[in-house]
């Protein structure tokens, strides 16, 4: 055991055996599908990381609890240090995938667990946390990949999770025993779940005392039994089914919604069933740490997107336009806003009871907010930049017949030294990189929808203390 | 003759033989093929507008030229009332079908042959005007629609014609005689050149002496010999071929590059030939009245819009929720922005020599620049009220399954009186609206790149009655 | 009588003898009060208008009420071509004073009184319109300005009229009797309500039943018994008083608070009393119709900004910077922004059963949303393009000083071309133009908050038909 | 020696004899001066600071030069420490002074002066660092303020320094001899000076070869011979003057144009004369701190402007309206943006050849754009929350009289359980957080022009390798 190659991480995930539908069919070969397998190769990349000499460094580090080395993405963190490689791993992650590489959502979890966990032990004598230590050896010493399953469908979200015609709408608990427990229900916008060997489940939203089935944390193999994910279509999708004008040479994204039909779940791996007042802290935590991760791996996208960008300007000859440079400035601009403060986020962070490193979540919560308004802004830069061939660039097949093709490489010809297919790959990545949807929708509802976002920095913010310092200067006593 | 029933103009343009390639293959039957016929049902219901009782007043008019009633896509504004009706009737359509209708092209460039053709026959005494009645006749008596063939492949931008080391990626004059002239070159981003009868072409951007070559107007049928039409890539394309997730369940948008591989046009059909002066008044008043269309239809897109993610609201339960009224009002206000700036500049517009009547050119950018940085953010605002499903929804085909399907129904279900078909068919709608490229592309570069629309009302501002202004206001004699 | 000459205009406001108080102080002297004259200069510059040869045209019409030629302030629309008049001359007056003029709201009052009195007559069979009638002659025979005493202080804002601790802080009737009302409270931000002759009073908001001695419409001499005049701060207004550093060298702005501390009105001019029901119709309308007057004079206003702005590039030297030339286009698209929307909202207007003309109330909000976001946006262009002197230029008095008078004419010196005392002069100005208090909150708050301008849209929008094209095209069977 | 109580200051300020002008006349008595006091007011906070237990810690640290504790703002950063410090103390002393301290520019040009003397010995073997550190010592030991002499008034900016009709608009040597040099110019937008024992003159700008007499570093006392600080006008400056309405009970902002009308400064305060390679390093560095700087004070005045709009929604009663929550968030999003790009240039910051350790440029202006565009935004949120009185409100003057300040009193209450004189007191505040121009110019202007901080980032930016990443990802070989 220990740290896997990436060949080694796509041959485990060939042997497990989840139930997928996609199209309506049932796909057996999930490593061998193009369109999954893409998404795995964005996975795969954090594999690959650890095995590049140059960044070795900041990917693997000794695990305290197995001692042993491990890939960052396995490893809660533990100090200032550890809160800030995040960020800078995930920006690089932006830059060598230049999409969604779908492991934080794993991570974010076990960061949640390791806080929450031991909080709700301290306060009900519980075991949670020790069985979350099991887990956590068990995901370290495999190098294994989780996926996060917090998104519940919601059925009408004007009603509670009691109060919904059917019950389901919020995964809950349907029988328990000895063994453990049988859950049902589903989770929607379920990144990378094939791309995982784990399910962490919890819950999407505060719960309050009547609510305790709902109240639940848990891990599940994603090829469990009863275990059904459901590919969703994106805009592009078809494009690597077909192999043919991806963009994107390698990497993609797709986002099952995952249903538990029944799922059975051995006590071992609960860590929470019932104490309702921690689900607030579980969906808050580990969104707190999610929104942390997109400012890192946001801003490594928008790096991708300002490279696209300034290439396409060279391509064109328009690389001495000081209006498109002003838009790449403020590209950069956007990518620095939210890597800054998320990184201040990571700087910032505070030791927890158990003494794992929470992020400051105001300014988390910050970067997010720029992300959910900011990231479409970018993509519209991008495109302004490039010119209108985002839209409507012929085929690769068209280039390739014989009658049509030359004719297109003559007149798609940009500038005299670059070779016309370079500028057709470089369009075809940037409309990969601005139309694809499975991305580009999660920056906006990625981590929370946008509202939650800013809710939580005015409830963290210290709002009384603000109007102290005002009410003093205007020389009103307190 | 006389106006054509939608049913006559499919009909009509399958007795067309254009030389259409897609994906690298010959397309024989454009009428069916559903991906073209996606977007020839779009460009029908400017027809079908005709056959509608309740519509047919403000769409049909008396042609004083043929003295017969004819569709107004064919119809230069000779009145303020002719103006306004534009904008009007394509915010209606832009509520019909829910994307581009793709015929306010062609009539944007009758509009600027009416007024240039007749100015330049002022100044060089050539019969350009009378050539471009007889067209004119020829398109109301039909009931036929155009394309604007405007906008070059460019090559490298930061050379002028002449300079390219491939004359042809601007247009030009290869060969002419006493019939007529041969041209070559290729036109991009030909929105709906397949759905038109009749191309229009008209030169990119302004020209000076030396580049007589370059300074062309002409009408050519798109079935011309040696034209070819070259459809390229969208991000859904595969969705209407398949017939399957479509979400806009009946119009499309498509845009073809167009060769014109050494193409004949008669000189009666021959608009401009050299008068290099004019090449910026063509291209200018074309972009201008094309700036003014964009106002109409793309208000009449955000009223889509803000119609589906008002009925999202419905139908997840979150009408009441007033941080997404707020973001429903942003919308609004983006639409009526729009429609506002482009409206006045129709009611200010002024009667040009040939009586022909141009538009206010600053409050027709002024339009253009929001829509240009606009649309973009009511699409996320759209995505954001409507939630992450956009990105994700499970195929139809899905749905359809005997296994998953329930399940799929059971977990998409939203409020308890919407049937879970309906949620889903507005997610797939949303879906359409947000992540089309041929449509959202044009949001950005369609009539020119947002310079052009900048420097525009730069150029038209009276910029010196504004220093006078605040000098006398400063106390600065002049 | 008949039109009044400027002249004219400053005697007749020199005969009244209302009750004023300015830092503390009753002020005697209106006219010759250097801070409350400047005021009472930009309305005068109506007046001026009418005595311009090039101008007399647009201000001046015919009443067909007193069949004489009136000023355009005194006339509520008749028309489509008075609606756009309206714009159109504000825009103007926004560039001959450079502020606020002061007298639009006296004339968005008549405009309302010429709609609701008729309609309240209509379902109650009062006699209110011809009241109204009567006060209107009595306006444009004498070329009166009227004020708007609209905005109530209104107390905790959480409470309605009837809930309030002080019932006075919603104006109300305190006696009544066979001669008339007695009416007591405040109204705050009274621009210019010693620059004119009469104070016409609406309800400041929609109210109930109950509510009836808050349901009240009347106008009164603007120098009434214990009406009493409270001028408040604004930024610059010692430089006014000092005479000294103002910037505008003619033109200013200025706003008490008007106290009506048990003012008698007679019935005769009293336009509703106890129809609540009317009060949101009255409140509504001349929100409307002041909402698109700002559409043209905040237009003008920029405009002046604009060359402001441009001017300081001459001098300085930066005319050349294309990052600044970019952002005078910013500053022009919000001007054009704001003219076309009201322009728009004009052109677009319905006759009303009296018949008078109301405009586009959608359109005229998206004017007012636009500005009260963008008004300070161009305001920060403004100084961004100017450069820091804005803030700490030297007064005129240094200027003058022996010593170092010359000291500072040698290094404030721009551009080799420009006496140093115009540069001094146009940063004045624009410091005027940028922190003038009085002028820029109302950019914010002028026309009712931001918020009401957004809920107006929202109910002004026909919502379900958006709905219904959305469903129609998603196949959403109604 | 050692640090001085803030008494200790004004005293040592109360001995100088520095030449000043305000409003055309000298002012002998500085510390007298109520708007000069204002200013110098803001500063003693900095060491006030120093006296306080709770802050102590954070604003004094030992000095390793003369190793006694000495105040923050005389110790350039020898450790990341200290540099996340800076940004902290700022933001701090923003919440208790509403307003600029002014001490931060000394500062800066001390951390330039330490990086960049040093970096010029290097490469020319001069003795400028040594005699920086002894006058270093000189500012510890005395616990004297600094402050920054950087922005020439520059004349025509489209010519450079030898290309100007007037030698001096770039201050420059013109005489030198055994003892020193003499140096003719002027500084612009001083702030502070004469809250300063001292100038550090630096730069304005890149110089190149032939440019010598311009490059220059020293420091100078501010009341050194020929010296004049002529004290610009601000929005709000007679309110100080006054003593009436100041809205900011004790803190206030001044900003001189300082006059070198041929200063001598003797050698050994001289820490560059002559190496024009090394200007832009001088001028780039300062404005790197001082842009670093600025996101912490100003977050700490937006934190005060939120304390202030929350506030008066409590006395209003409207802290239950949802969109003026929401624009309370957009203001703290705002803070958190420019506190925490700010934080994260600090934590990232690298050690310097000399020891001093430098923040990182990109993130620190990252902070400086947003503060440049954002803190108008934030301003007018705050007005659009706080009301329409921010423009109006009557004098406290008003409120003393007998016979109208009983009925302002009445009539400017708001919630019941709010005494009036504290809402007053509020909206006086929030007047002078909006309007004071000393102030809110310095948001776009300060630490160079908005467009100086966007060049910054692209130039400091690896865009080569943002272009690799999209190459290697669209499939082009290097």
Chains 1, 2, 3, 4 share one sequence.
């Not at 300014?363 to 991008?382: D, F, Q, T, V, Y």
């Amino acid at each position: 055991m220990g740290l896997k190659t990436k060949a080694e991480y796509v041959e485990s995930l060939r042997e497990m055996r989840p139930t997928v539908y996609m199209f309506g069919e049932r796909v057996k070969d999930v490593v061998g599908n193009p369109r999954l397998r893409a998404g795995i190769e964005s996975t795969g990349m954090t594999y690959e990381l650890a095995e590049m000499e140059e960044h070795r460094e900041l990917i693997v580090a000794r695990s305290p609890l197995i001692n042993e080395p491990v890939n960052r993405f396995n490893l809660p963190p533990a100090s200032i240090a550890d809160l800030v490689a995040r960020v800078k791993i995930n920006r690089l992650l932006g830059n060598l995938v230049g999409t969604c590489h779908q492991r934080c959502t794993g991570l974010d979890c076990l960061c949640a667990l390791a806080i929450v966990s031991f909080d709700i032990d301290q306060k009900h004598g519980t075991g949670y946390y020790p069985r979350f230590l099991e887990f956590l050896k068990h995901m370290q010493r495999r190098d294994l990949t989780a996926n996060a399953g917090v998104t519940d469908v919601k059925g009408d979200r004007s009603l509670g999770p009691c109060q919904q015609p059917d019950p389901d709408v919020f995964l809950h608990v349907v029988d328990q025993g000895e063994e453990g427990i049988v859950v049902k229900g589903a989770k929607a916008h379920q990144t990378g779940s094939l791309s995982s060997h784990e399910i962490i489940v919890l819950p999407t939203r505060a719960l309050r005392a009547g609510e305790e089935e709902f109240a639940l944390a848990f891990a599940a193999p994603s090829d469990s039994k009863n275990l059904i994910h459901v590919v969703g279509r994106s805009s592009l999708d078809t494009r690597e089914l077909d192999g043919c004008d991806c963009g994107n040479t390698r990497f993609s994204k797709y986002c099952p919604t995952v249903i538990f039909d029944e799922v059975f779940v051995p006590w071992g791996r609960v860590f929470m069933f019932g104490e309702v007042e921690f689900a607030r802290e579980y969906v808050g935590r580990f969104s707190a740490f999610h929104r942390q991760s997109h400012g890192g791996c946001k801003a490594g996208k928008i790096d991708c997107m300002v490279g696209a960008a300034l290439t396409m300007m060279d391509y064109n000859g328009t690389s001495q336009a000081s209006h498109l440079k002003q838009k790449a400035i403020d590209m950069i601009h956007k990518a620095e806003t939210l890597y800054g403060c998320s990184l201040a986020a990571s700087y910032e962070g505070k030791q927890e009871p158990s003494g794992t490193f929470f992020i400051d979540p105001v300014l988390a919560n910050a970067s997010k907010i720029h992300e959910g308004k900011e990231m479409a802004e970018a993509i519209r830069l991008m495109i302004d930049i490039s010119g209108g061939f985002v839209a409507d660039l012929p085929s690769e097949k068209d280039f390739a017949n014989p009658e049509v093709g030359p004719l297109l490489a003559k007149y798609l010809k940009g500038c005299a030294e670059v070779p016309v297919e370079n500028r057709v790959r470089m369009y075809r990545f940037i409309e990969k990189l601005a139309l694809e949807s499975a991305d580009t929708v999660s920056d906006i509802h990625g981590g929370g929808s946008p509202e939650a976002h800013r809710i939580t920095i005015l409830r963290e913010s210290d709002l009384e203390a603000k109007k102290r310092a005002a009410r003093k200067l205007a020389g009103i006593d307190d």
